[in-house]
C-alpha cells in the first residue's frame, strides 16, 4: 500500500510528465452491500477523478482499521497510452467489494490518484465509516450505538441540531458533539433530559464563523459519571504517543490499544504514527514527530527495553523507522525537557509510561525528570494529567469506572488492551527465555 512515486512509474518515459499536477479524487461514498452474513460488513467504494485528468494513470483505493493495522489494498490503473478527456471527470468509478469487516468498528477509505506528484499534496482523499452491527443484529447484541436521525435548523446566526436518544435499555446518559472545520474542531458535551423527552434531543452550536462548512459528528459519552473538566478547552487535549518497535509486533499493537482506550474512554485526541501513514510517509518520521511534538498539547512515552537499545553505526541495518523510535525521539524530548528544565518551565507536558511487563529502569535517564506511570493501574493518574483534575479533593473523589484499574477491562477497547498487554507479556517473556537458552 506504499503509493507509487511518479518518477518510478513513469520517470523513465517521460520525465516531464511527473511536472504535471494531478489531483484528488473527488466525491468519494462507501456504499453497504447486503450479504447474509450477520458477522461482517461488505463495503465497495466510488469516487470521481478531478478536472486534471490528462495526465491521470489510475487510482489506489485503501482500507486500514482504526486502531489497526489490517490494511487491505486495490490497485486500478489505466493502458499507459490513456489520455482522459475532462468529460470524464464526471465518471464515478467503483472499487471490487471489501468483505469481511468487523461490525461495530470504524474504518477509514483512501483514494488516491495516480501518479502520486512528486509534492505530497491533495492527491489522495479519505473517508472514515463505522459498519453496520445494530442494523444488521439489533441494538441487544450491539454495544456501540450512533445517532441515526439528525437534523440541523438554521434561523439566522443559531444552529439548532436535533437527534435521536438511544434506547433506555442501553443505558446511554451522555453524548458528545465534534465539528471540524479548516482544521479546527469544537468538542461539545450533551447532557439530556430524559425526563421531558427520552426519544429525541435537542441543543444549539454556537461560536461559529458565518460562512464557513462544518461537519460535525454525533456519538455516545462513554463516561459512566460526569467530570468537571477544564471549562476554558474546547476541544479535548490532543496527546502524541512515541514508542519503540524494538520489542516487535505485541508490543506495538498494545501500544495501539492503549492509543485506541485514551481516545474513546478518556476525552482525548489521540496521535499516533500508525493511524497517520500517509503524512509519516510524506513528511519522513523524524519531521512529522518533530511537528507533532509542537503542536500536541501532551506529549507520552511509552518505555521499553528497546529504548536502551540504541543500533551503534556498523549494526545498522538499514530500518530508519526502527533506529529512529529508539534513538532519535528520546534525543528529541530529551533536549526539550532539558531546555524546559533549564528555563524553569513546566514539564507537564511530556510524560513517560511503561506497561506492566516492563521495568522501571527502562525509563531513560533523559526522561527521568517527568511524571512517569505504569499502565493500566495508573489510568487514573493519567486522566488526572490529562484534564487537569484532582483524583482527591475534600470529602470526594474522582471515579469513573471505565478508567478504574479494574473498571477498563468491562468495555470492548478496555478488554482489547488488557488482552494486548497479556500477549505482549508473553512474547517479551520468551524472547528473554530463548535469549538465556
Known amino acids: 500500500c506504499i503509493p507509487w512515486p511518479c518518477f518510478e512509474l513513469l520517470g523513465n518515459e517521460d520525465p516531464k510528465i511527473c511536472q504535471h499536477y494531478v489531483q484528488a479524487p473527488n466525491d468519494v461514498k462507501v456504499e453497504f452491500l447486503n450479504d447474509s452474513n450477520s458477522q461482517s460488513d461488505t463495503i465497495i467504494v466510488s469516487w470521481k477523478p478531478s478536472y486534471y485528468i490528462a495526465f491521470l494513470r489510475g487510482f489506489q483505493v485503501s482500507l486500514q482499521a482504526l486502531g489497526g493495522t489490517s490494511v487491505a489494498c486495490q490497485l486500478f490503473l489505466f493502458h499507459r497510452n490513456l489520455s482522459l478527456p475532462t468529460s470524464h471527470a464526471q465518471r464515478v468509478y467503483k472499487s471490487d467489494p471489501f468483505p469481511g469487516l468487523s461490525l461495530g468498528s470504524q474504518y477509514a477509505v483512501t483514494v488516491m490518484a495516480l501518479p502520486v506528484p512528486e509534492e505530497w499534496e491533495r492527491f489522495y482523499r479519505s473517508e472514515i465509516f463505522s459498519t453496520r ?122 501500544v495501539m490499544q492503549l492509543g485506541v482506550f485514551i481516545q474513546q474512554h478518556m476525552a482525548t485526541q489521540v496521535c499516533l504514527d500508525l493511524w497517520d501513514s500517509l503524512s509519516v510517509a510524506e513528511e519522513g518520521s523524524m519531521p512529522w514527530h518533530c511537528r507533532q511534538i509542537r503542536e500536541s498539547d501532551f506529549v507520552l512515552v511509552m518505555c521499553s527495553r528497546g529504548f536502551n537499545q540504541r543500533p551503534k553505526p556498523e549494526d ?40 506492566e511487563y516492563s521495568e522501571e529502569t527502562d525509563i531513560p535517564t533523559e526522561l527521568r525528570l517527568i511524571s512517569h506511570y505504569v499502565l493500566t493501574s495508573d489510568l487514573p493518574l493519567l486522566f488526572s494529567h490529562l484534564h487537569g483534575v484532582a ?32 500477549e505482549a507479556g508473553m512474547a517479551l517473556e520468551g524472547k528473554g527465555q530463548h535469549s538465556l537458552e
Not at 434531543?201 to 459519571?225: I, P
Not at 476541544?235 to 505485541?250: A, M, V, W
Not at 529512529?324 to 507536558?349: H, M, N, P, T, W
Request: overall charge negative; charged content about 25%.
Open 133 to 254: 452491527c445494530a442494523e444488521k443484529n439489533g441494538f441487544e447484541q450491539c454495544k456501540n450505538w450512533y445517532p441515526k436521525h439528525i437534523e440541523v435548523q438554521q434561523e439566522g446566526s443559531a444552529i439548532t441540531v436535533t437527534f435521536n436518544l438511544a434506547p433506555p435499555n442501553l443505558g446511554i446518559r451522555s453524548y458528545f458533539s465534534l465539528c471540524y472545520t479548516n482544521g479546527r474542531k469544537k468538542y461539545t458535551d450533551i447532557i439530556p433530559d430524559l425526563t421531558t423527552n427520552k426519544t429525541h434531543h435537542s441543543y444549539q452550536l454556537s461560536d461559529l464563523q458565518e460562512g464557513t462548512n462544518y461537519t460535525c459528528e454525533e456519538e455516545v459519552g462513554n463516561q459512566e459519571e460526569l467530570v468537571s473538566l477544564r471549562k476554558n478547552r474546547l476541544t479535548p487535549p490532543r496527546l502524541l504517543i512515541c514508542y519503540s518497535s524494538h520489542e516487535g509486533p505485541t508490543h506495538v499493537k498494545a
Open 316 to 355: 545498522d541495518d538499514g530500518d530508519e523507522d526502527q533506529a529512529y523510535s529508539s534513538d532519535a525521539i528520546i534525543q528529541l524530548i530529551g533536549a526539550e525537557v532539558g531546555r524546559a528544565k533549564a528555563r524553569g518551565q513546566d514539564l507537564s507536558k511530556f510524560m513517560a509510561a511503561i506497561f
Open 391 to 422: 483524583l482527591h479533593r475534600p470529602g470526594a473523589y474522582l471515579k469513573i469506572d471505565h478508567i478504574s484499574e479494574k473498571g477498563f477491562a468491562k468495555v470492548p477497547a478496555g478488554a482489547a488492551l488488557q488482552w494486548a498487554i497479556y
